[in-house]
């Protein structure tokens, strides 16, 4: 499903409400706010053993997240004079999160408060007698909570907190949490973000003039990137120089953050010296805006897989990876043309990247790697081109047998017109091939990357082995006086990286050549979270750092920009 919308304004805008005893910034746009929390029943479906959902989907308006409270058989209520039955006590019995939402249906997780006996038919009521807490980071005030305890009169308020440090701020998963801020408030239900209201005076609604736009989205009131007005010495994520100091860099330059924890953030452009435009990937929605300006565009991915990894090509192409649990890759690539997004090619077997081959600064060349059931990446890659609907082999192109397509590297770096190749290895080491001879490989353990999948290597087989593939950022190709050096990220591993899961903290890599050979190079500043992704625009390094708590989602995403001549004039 195509679905896109335009957000007129990146920045809150704020106005004063005068009253006779203070001023309390107001939600533009009250109205969508009240109906995204109303009340609204539905029915729970047993699909089977263990496997729940309810009778309400997207159509009904539901997000990935809420909460929902679910009753049993309450007591029947008489009247003390008539003995007719005036109804029954609500019953509680437990709540549930919707986990994935369908059209007309939704999947469910149920914690019960007791022991279960889940049945077909039973009521639920959305965001009943679940706990809701207000989060006042920017300290605006009882007026605000007061405000909004007025406007949503239905949910069972509990209290509101003032938070000094909103990166230290844990909200639980089983809260409907109000997280208020200077330009509007985050709600969090389920542990998801499922909505966020700017504060500024209420307007019309923007129409989508795109002829691809079918339903507003879910996830469109979740912040895009916005500007950071701090100084080079106070940038976001930033912590003080590590032991590994080889390249200094001071000139770090501070291009946006995000309120969420995002991973693949590249850049494109719709034509060549045309308008950039940042496209990245959360909550199983895929965000491109313009760099330039406010607009921003939204692709929702309603399918049963995982949105493992995004690769963008020339002329708005981007391919969007997916791994289908117990089936599979079941990629597709889209087009996005300005004015939204069309579905080119869907359901390919391939895992899918781009790469400039050619050393023009456009990745032109699609490639694609097959699965394999036992060793996830298989042996066959083909160069593709896209006809019509499907993709087409081109050529078989020559890798390395344990080559892996996902953050590889595709590259004349020597300019002697034979392509390196370069990729990562599952013990996280990244290798340098050209031809069938390793030029390269690194000294140590990159530290791993935020995004992993674990897959049976026999699926529906009992006790069958399992895997844990990491998927890796494409490195950046940094070019000045005839020198190419290759940029990847270079994350400290933590306890948990050496089983897949997340690294600790973040830092830079950097391959140049050095004697017919390469060296190895790391940016003397550190992170104080993992390096999501690195990428080339214009004269600049792009570096994308994610901070937070990846097992629950929750985090912030930072942009910071550096000139490519002040790193590698550090080191040739």
Not at 112 to 129: L, V
Not at 228 to 242: D, E, F, H, I, Y
Not at 473 to 481: D, G, H, T
Request: charged share 20%; net charge neutral.
């Amino acid at each position: 499903m195509r679905k896109i919308i335009f957000i007129p304004s990146l920045f809150a805008i704020f106005f004063v409400i005068l009253c006779s005893y203070a001023f309390a910034e107001t939600i533009k746009n009250i109205e969508a706010f009240k109906k995204d929390l109303s009340p609204m029943e539905g029915s729970v479906i047993v699909i089977q053993k263990n496997i729940y959902g309810i009778n309400k989907g997207i159509d009904s308006g539901i997000k990935q997240g809420e909460l929902w409270t679910l009753y049993g058989e309450g007591m029947s209520v008489k009247d003390p004079k008539t003995g007719q039955e005036l109804g029954k006590t609500a019953n509680p019995v437990g709540f549930f999160i919707v986990t994935r939402p369908q059209q007309q249906f939704s999947e469910i997780e149920i914690k019960c408060k007791g022991k279960c006996d889940i049945k077909s038919n039973m009521t639920a009521r959305r965001f009943s007698d679940i706990p809701a807490v207000l989060y006042d980071t920017s300290n605006l005030g009882v007026d605000f909570y007061d405000q909004i305890r007025g406007v949503l009169p239905n949910l069972q308020w509990k209290s509101r907190e003032v938070v000094t440090d909103p990166l230290k701020l844990k909200i639980p998963r089983e809260n409907l949490s109000f997280v208020a801020k200077s330009n509007g408030v985050t709600l969090w239900s389920g542990g998801e973000v499922i909505g966020f209201y700017e504060f500024g005076k209420d307007e019309a609604p923007q129409k989508q003039a795109s002829p691809y736009s079918t339903k507003v989205s879910p996830y469109a009131s979740v912040p895009g990137i916005s500007g950071m007005a701090v100084s080079t010495g106070s940038v976001p994520g930033l912590r003080a120089s590590g032991v590994r100091q080889q390249v200094m860099i001071s000139s770090y330059r501070p291009v946006g953050s995000l309120d969420q924890l995002v991973f693949n953030l590249e850049m494109f452009e719709l034509e060549k010296g045309g308008s950039p435009h940042f496209v990245y990937f959360y909550a199983n929605t895929l965000y491109v805006q313009s760099i330039n300006n406010s607009k921003r565009y939204v692709y929702d991915y309603n399918g049963f897989g995982d949105v493992v990894s995004i690769s963008t090509g020339p002329l708005g192409v981007i391919a969007f990876n997916i791994f289908i649990k117990g089936e599979g890759i079941k990629s597709r690539i889209l087009q996005f043309t300005g004015e939204g997004f069309k579905e080119i090619v869907k359901d390919e077997p391939y895992v899918f990247a781009f790469f400039d081959t050619d050393s023009d600064g456009e990745k032109e060349t699609l490639l694609g790697q097959n699965y394999d059931t036992m060793d996830f990446f298989g042996p066959g890659v083909w160069k593709l081109k896209i006809v019509g609907n499907s993709v087409k082999r081109i050529d078989k192109f020559s890798a390395p047998s344990t080559f892996q397509l996902n953050g590889a590297l595709v590259y004349d770096l020597d300019r002697n017109g034979i392509l390196e190749v370069g990729f990562y290895l599952p013990a996280k080491k990244f290798l340098i091939y050209q031809g069938s001879s390793i030029k390269w490989e690194s000294p140590e353990s990159l530290g791993g990357s935020i995004k992993s999948v674990i897959y049976e290597e026999q699926p529906g087989m009992q006790s069958s082995p399992t895997r844990t593939i990491i998927f890796w950022s494409q490195p950046a190709v940094l070019s000045y006086k005839d020198i190419n050096a290759i940029v990847i990220p270079a994350n400290e591993g933590s306890i948990l990286s050496m089983v897949g899961g997340d690294p600790k903290r973040g830092g830079v890599g950097i391959i140049a050549p050095y004697a017919g050979g390469y060296r190895y190079h790391q940016l003397g500043t550190q992170f104080e979270g993992p390096v999501q992704s690195v990428f080339i625009y214009k004269d600049e390094l792009y570096i994308v750092v994610v901070e937070g708590n990846f097992f629950m989602k929750r985090g912030r995403t930072h942009v910071l920009a550096v000139p490519v001549e002040d790193i590698l004039s550090e080191i040739i």
